[in-house]
């Protein structure tokens, strides 16, 4: 059984930067195709990063190209997003989400808030 377990949240002011990382628990983690979701209140949850599983190639939301960088260490089990120049409608909950065929596995969440 896979289990995602998400860090890195807090409250953080417009401009600033956060780092959410996402620890797999199961086996071959380098196998799944890992992406980050955002829910923010009201709204529908939206893909925000995706990587390949060799981590060769990553594509991102639009509203969040240029600022907001997914990575992986296979070694360490770990999917990462680093978030630079965070503006209030960053706010969300931020989930990790793996996948591989018809397996499909989501975190908890981490609540990012975007706030002066």
């Known amino acids: 059984q896979v289990q995602l377990v998400e860090s890195g949240g807090g409250l953080v002011q417009p401009g600033g930067s956060l780092r959410l990382s996402c620890v797999f628990s199961?086996?071959?983690?380098?196998?799944?195709?890992m992406s980050w979701y955002r829910q923010a209140p009201g709204k529908e949850r939206e893909l925000v990063a995706a990587?390949?599983?060799?981590?060769?190639?990553?594509n991102y939301a639009s509203s969040v190209k240029d600022r907001f960088t997914i990575s992986r260490d296979n070694a360490k089990n770990t999917v990462y997003l680093q978030m630079n120049s965070l503006k209030p409608e960053d706010t969300a909950v931020y989930y990790c989400?793996?996948?591989?065929?018809?397996?499909?596995?989501w975190g908890q969440g981490t609540q990012v808030t975007v706030s002066s």
């Open positions: 989400n793996a996948v591989r065929g018809s397996l499909d596995y």
């Open positions: 990587i390949t599983s060799a981590g060769g190639s990553a």
């Open positions: 199961g086996f071959a983690f380098r196998t799944y195709v």
